[in-house]
Antibody
Framework: EVRLVESGGGLVQPGGSLRLSCVAS????????ISWVRQAPGKGLEWVSA????????YYADSVKGRFTISRDSSRKTVYLQMNSLRVEDTAFYYC??????????????WGQGALVTVSS | DIQMTQSPSSLSASVGDRVTITCRAS??????LNWYQQKPGEAPKLLIH???SLQTGVPSRFSGSGSGTDFTLTISSLQPEDFATYYC?????????FGQGTRLEIK
């Protein structure tokens, strides 16, 4: 059974940092790209970042470029999202989502349950 | 970025009804259009990929069609568990973008 479990969410002040983790199981970790997709409370879905299965290629939405960094550790079957210089508008549920290829093709067949990040003073 | 526009934004229907949701892209995305279902408090679930391919395990009452800029999701006979929010998403180019969602409510 494919599972993605996010952790690391919480309350942080504007300008602060947070690191989200997404632990994967039930599939060959290095064979699939992973994305982060966020959803502000009561709002729609916004893609944030993606990383290829081998970790060599990363992609970012303009809204987070230069502030967020995606990475993956195959020994831990974990994808990370390091979030720096956080803004109030980054407040959202953050989902990790499994792609269907080792390259990033942006179609997501399994999603985690989400981690809530709240940026507020 | 490619803009995705869904209509309607909300819809009231009854169990057994046939329902159609439309998604329009701001430029051609060929067939690279996916549909997701999201229930309150849950993560999105993939229903249909590349416009018309039903994801494994999804009931056959769901179907998708379209190409280019215009796409539809049809539910042939609504069941109680289908009341949710539906999103389209283009996977033609980066960044991938989602429609604003269609909330399907019980009449």
């Amino acid at each position: 059974e494919v599972r993605l479990v996010e952790s690391g969410g919480g309350l942080v002040q504007p300008g602060g940092s947070l690191r989200l983790s997404c632990v994967a199981s039930g599939f060959t970790f290095t064979s699939y790209a992973i994305s982060w997709v966020r959803q502000a409370p009561g709002k729609g879905l916004e893609w944030v970042s993606a990383i290829s299965g081998d970790g060599d290629n990363t992609y970012y939405a303009d809204s987070v470029k230069g502030r967020f960094t995606i990475s993956r550790d195959s020994s831990r079957k974990t994808v990370y999202l390091q979030m720096n210089s956080l803004r109030v508008e980054d407040t959202a549920f953050y989902y990790c989502a499994k792609d269907t290829s080792t390259t990033v093709i942006y179609y997501f067949d399994f999603w985690g349950q989400g981690a809530l990040v709240t940026v507020s003073s | 970025d490619i803009q995705m526009t869904q209509s309607p934004s909300s819809l009231s229907a009854s169990v057994g009804d046939r329902v159609t949701i439309t998604c329009r892209a701001s430029q051609s995305i060929r067939i690279y259009l996916n549909w997701y279902q999201q229930k309150p408090g849950e993560a999105p679930k993939l229903l249909i990929h590349v416009a018309s391919s039903l994801q494994t395990g999804v009931p056959s009452r769901f179907s998708g069609s379209g190409s280019g800029t215009d796409f539809t999701l049809t539910i042939s006979s609504l069941q109680p568990e289908d009341f949710a929010t539906y999103y389209c998403q283009q996977s033609y180019s980066s960044p991938p973008t989602f429609g604003q969602g269609t909330r399907l409510e019980i009449k």
